[in-house]
């Protein structure tokens, strides 16, 4: 949050600013659409550590996040990146080698928390998760909750309906607000203020802007103080809430940029050989991100490609894509 | 006529979506079998998606659903909020049905999408819910997805994800949730269905060439074949729709 006409930086400031080690982030998008990449990769490249992240159904952002060993904890719904991962590999890695800890949600569940962080409330009800593990297993100890005040003593709650059998409702689980510290969304169309023009499926970055200490947006285009004020109706995060607004064109890139670009099947397809082995995986790093001194240089290298994977006005997407 | 599994799969799955439901799908064959039912079988249905598009048209197979294939010709695109509103409210979560899949099964069509091994030290891990608990929770009726093998059909998953029957009989309403549960299985060797009393899985329909024993010897528990047919292998027009209309480049058919 915070009120100021001209919020524009470049994305070295931003995370420095607002993404320093130990952070707890959540990130916007979903799967292989419009994950904040550029700002996932800035941070992989200040080789941030220890970060706690807040995931819905993040794909190749919080694999690449884990992968680079950023992460030191993750409150998760489910990691995976369509046909080209269905299970996240460097996660999936990360897990089964213990290297990092874990606690397991369900979309809603994550959703409504993001939501209550939003609303200043402690926890919103559901009826998602009655009688399944994701209620009975907790992933951090009482010591964890305990030694970290950002995160709540309990995983989830089952309360009886105190409002008798009202909606026909015995029991609802309880799902504890989550409280970002910051969280990375990557738009279609920003105005300096941090006014965001979101085309398409918003996901919850509604929610997970509004949770949040602090936002820091990417977007395809700058545009003036004035050309989202015509349509506010049409805008979705107000600019009150928007810390940083980082002009990063390509900025979702592997991922996709509903009406700007699709997914780049030809590099999520190198990217899932290359995650599998550690040999790989570290000239991937090498290559793609350290090695890279920005965004624009790694759309730079891939530009011969961009033509294949530009939106078709019609649907939004690259038409007949080969995939 | 020659067809391979995975057509018949996604065919046995579509044949059981009716006209005028609302059919929430995940990625891959699951997508495939909303598509072939909109195409076939059922006009009226709406396919909606957890990330908050409802009744999408689906010119080109998402291969996600976050993909913004999802959002073409849709009636509304907003965010997860909303889609998972519209399947838990009573109003028109009543009229939805889910497509899910997992790593395992048991007898009562509870699920497991998320480890093997023990939680916190998992031999596999796996994607982990996604919305597949939320639908699993509380829609009308599932219909499920699974590889026929021994390591799959156990006795007890490792991890709950999903709920199914839970321990069975009226074992979701003492658990307090609301709505119906799995209705049958789609496996790459027949179509499984759960006893209205006991919820208990049985054979409905093997696929043609196999046989119940054939089904059985790839369960880690046995299941009734009492009332088992042969399933009816897909028909001429049931293949030209789904090799023509529903997945031309054989994207998910394979």
């Known amino acids: 949050m915070r009120i100021a006409p001209d919020k524009v930086m470049g994305l070295e400031e931003a995370v420095s600013r607002f993404v320093p080690d130990g952070a707890h982030l959540a990130l916007g998008g979903f799967t292989c659409n419009r994950n904040p990449m550029a700002a996932v990769y800035e941070i992989i490249r200040r080789r941030r550590k220890n970060l706690h992240l807040y995931a819905h159904s993040n794909g190749q952002g919080v694999d690449e996040l884990v992968g680079a060993g950023c992460v030191a904890r993750i409150e998760i719904a489910y990691a995976g990146t369509g046909r080209f991962a269905p299970t996240c590999i460097r996660f999936r890695k990360a897990i089964e080698e213990g290297r990092i800890a874990f606690e397991d949600y369900s979309n809603y569940q994550m959703t409504l928390r993001f939501l209550a962080g939003a609303m200043g409330v402690p926890f919103l009800p559901t009826r998602s998760g009655l009688g399944t593990d994701i209620l009975a297993r907790w992933g951090f100890s009482e010591e964890v909750r305990a030694a970290d005040p950002r995160l709540p003593k309990k995983k989830l709650v089952v309360c009886e309906n105190p409002f008798g059998d009202w909606a026909e409702t015995d029991r609802v689980v309880l799902v504890p607000a989550i409280r970002p510290d910051v969280t990375l969304l990557h738009v279609q169309k920003a105005a300096p203020d941090g006014t965001c023009r979101i085309a398409g499926l918003a996901f919850a970055d509604m929610e997970q802007a509004r949770a949040a200490h602090h936002v820091v947006v990417t977007c395809e285009e700058l545009v003036g103080p004035e050309a989202l004020r015509d349509e506010p109706e049409r805008n979705q995060i107000p600019g009150v809430v928007v810390d940083a607004v980082v002009p990063v064109p390509y900025g979702a890139y592997p991922t996709a940029c509903y009406r700007y670009y699709d997914y780049d099947p030809v590099f999520l397809n190198d990217y899932r050989t290359a995650a599998t082995d550690e040999r790989r995986w570290a000239e991937y790093l090498e290559r793609w991100v350290y090695a890279m001194p920005d965004h624009a240089a790694r759309i730079a290298a891939v530009k011969e490609r961009l033509s294949a994977i530009q939106a078709d006005p019609r649907t939004g997407y690259a038409t007949g894509l080969k995939r | ?254």
Not at chain 2, 51 to 74: K, N, W
Not at chain 2, 232 to 252: G, N
Request: aromatic share 8%; net charge negative; proline share 6%.
């Open chain 2, 1 to 254: 006529m020659e067809y391979t599994r995975r057509e018949l799969m996604t065919l046995a799955a579509a044949r059981k979506i009716r006209d005028g439901e609302i059919v929430f799908c995940g990625t891959g064959i699951s997508m495939l079998a909303a598509m072939a039912a909109k195409h076939i079988y059922a006009p009226n249905s709406v396919i909606i998606f957890e990330t908050g598009a409802v009744d999408s048209r689906l010119e080109e197979i998402p291969l996600a659903v976050g993909d913004p294939r999802v959002m073409y010709g849709a009636s509304s695109c907003t965010g997860l909020a909303d889609a998972f509103a519209l399947m838990q409210n009573p109003t028109t979560g009543r009229h939805v049905v889910g497509i899910l899949g997992a790593a395992q099964i048991d007898r009562y069509g509870n699920l497991n999408s998320t480890a093997i091994g023990e939680y916190l030290h998992p031999k596999v891990r796996f994607s982990g819910s996604g919305g597949a608990c939320d639908v699993a929770s509380f829609v009308d009726r599932t219909i499920l997805f699974m590889q026929h093998e021994r390591r799959k059909f156990v006795n007890r998953v490792d991890y709950l994800t999903s709920p199914g029957w839970l321990d069975g009989k009226d074992g979701r309403r003492r658990a307090g949730l609301p709505g119906g549960g799995p209705e049958a299985v789609i496996t790459d060797l027949a179509v499984m269905a759960f006893d209205p009393e006991s919820r208990e899985m049985f054979l409905e329909a093997w696929y043609p060439g196999g046989s119940p024993q054939e089904v059985l010897a790839h369960m880690e528990f046995a299941v009734d074949v009492s009332r088992a047919r042969e399933l009816e292998p897909p028909s001429a027009r049931e293949l030209k729709i789904l090799r023509e209309v529903v997945d031309p480049q054989r994207l998910i058919l394979g």
